[in-house]
């Protein structure tokens, strides 16, 4: 199967093994590399026809139609959440709220995001960090990146962040 991008390179932040959800799964450029390490991967999506695509996959997955807003997911069952560029266009309180909950105790979010426009500094994003700050009551918090980086839809290099954040309250 070919890929329009790779998966993310920050993957290896998060470990290995456990159960993730991979928030906005798309065509599942991640979900594979996922799979392939060993993770238990809940792929979501809004989408209904990328999911049907991801199918055909083997390994521990499931596919889950649901709004990232509102995660059909029970209360502290992740030990981990991929969030590459969905944040981006979610409510950002009500997410939070979500990924918070969804998360154990230690548990691992990756965020990669950026916003619109797309000239943002690493102050501007992490401002609009501040709603999983809060949330996730954090026992750490790494700027992985702020870089430049290629949005194949826009073709064009833009400002985005990528944080790795660690839930320290209990569930």
């Not at 799964?25 to 996922?34: D, E, F, I, M, V």
């Not at 959440?81 to 709220?97: G, I, M, N, P």
């Not at 949005?151 to 985005?160: L, T, Y």
């Amino acid at each position: 199967m070919s890929y329009c991008e790779p998966p993310s390179r920050r993957l290896c932040e998060l470990g290995q093994g456990g159960s993730i959800l991979d928030v906005g799964c798309g065509n599942g450029r991640n979900t594979y590399a996922l799979l392939a390490a060993g993770w238990e991967v809940v792929a979501l999506d809004i989408r209904i026809e990328c999911l049907k695509a991801l199918r055909t996959l083997q390994g521990l997955l499931h596919l889950l139609n649901a709004d990232a807003n509102m995660l059909p997911l029970r209360s502290c069952s992740l030990d981990a959440v991929l969030d590459s560029f969905t944040y981006t266009f979610l409510d950002k309180e009500r997410y939070a709220k979500e990924v918070a909950r969804v998360l154990r105790e230690g548990g691992v979010a990756l965020v990669e995001f950026d916003d619109d426009p797309h000239v943002k500094s690493c102050p501007e994003l992490l401002m609009l960090a501040e709603p999983l700050v809060t949330r996730l009551s954090l026992e750490k918090v790494w700027v992985l990146s702020h870089e430049w980086g290629n949005v194949a839809i826009e073709k064009a290099q833009v400002p985005f962040l990528a944080l790795l954040l660690v839930k320290r309250s209990a569930c």
